[in-house]
Structure formats: C-alpha cells, structure tokens
C-alpha cells in the first residue's frame, strides 16, 4: 500500500512563491518507476481538478491554468518525494492539493484523470490573499 505525505501548504499573498512536498512510501517489490505521480486540487464549492503530473522519465504536465508558473518534480535521489513549486500564485490558486500516485505500465501518466489514481494524501491547504 503506498503511502502519501503532503506539506508545505500555508498562507501567502498573492504574487508569492510556496513550495509543496509529497513523501512517498510503501511501494514494496513494485518499482517506482512504474508509477505516475501528480498533483491535484479542490477549492471550496468546485470540482477536484488536475495541476501537474510527471511520470518515470521525468517528463512533465500542467494544467493551462498553472503553465509557467507552477513547476513539479522529484528528489534526485530515490525518486520518492514529489515537489510543487508554486510561484507568482494568484487567489485563485487557494485550495486544498492532493497529491496522488497511480501504478502505469512504463509509468506513463498519458490520459490519466483523477478517478485514475489509487492512492492519495490527505491534503494541504494554500491560501493566497489579494
């Protein structure tokens, strides 16, 4: 059972940076490689929407909403904790973000959406005030 951490979440004004972290475990025999990680996010009254993905090799998506300002990645190392940069954030960013990891042959994260995935954290808040 893979097990999924969020931090970092807070409170900013709008134009600042946070940065989210996902500690991932409890993979077991399955390599990380095979799994496509991602991060979503709800906000109050609306639907679970997805923020960025990025698969075994590294390559990278976001939604339109976030390109250019948000950036994902993984720790160099073990390839186990996630990263979000959140940069130039706008009150619309405020939500709570999730993140989620799925098993994918090759770890692929192409035409995944949210009902997709198997395992998820439990959330962080980001508030971003104008």
């Known amino acids: 059972q893979v097990q999924l951490v969020e931090s970092g979440g807070g409170s900013v004004q709008a134009g600042g940076s946070l940065r989210l972290s996902c500690a991932t475990s409890?993979?077991?025999?399955?390599?990380?490689?095979?799994?496509?990680l991602a991060w979503f996010r709800q906000a109050l009254g609306k639907e679970r929407e997805g923020v960025a993905s990025?698969?075994?090799?590294?390559?990278?998506?976001y939604a339109d909403s976030v390109k250019g300002r948000f950036t994902t990645s993984k720790d160099v190392n073990k390839k186990t904790t996630l990263f979000l940069q959140m940069d130039s954030l706008k009150p619309e960013d405020s939500a709570i973000y999730y993140c989620?990891?799925?098993?994918?042959?090759?770890?692929?994260?192409?035409?995944?959406?949210?009902?997709?995935?198997?395992?998820w954290g439990q959330g962080t808040q980001v508030t971003v005030s104008s």
């Open positions: 409890g993979y077991g025999t399955t390599s990380t490689a095979r799994y496509c």
């Open positions: 989620a990891a799925t098993a994918r042959w090759g770890g692929s994260c192409y035409g995944l959406g949210g009902a997709d995935f198997s395992y």
């Open positions: 990025i698969d075994r090799f590294d390559g990278t998506t």
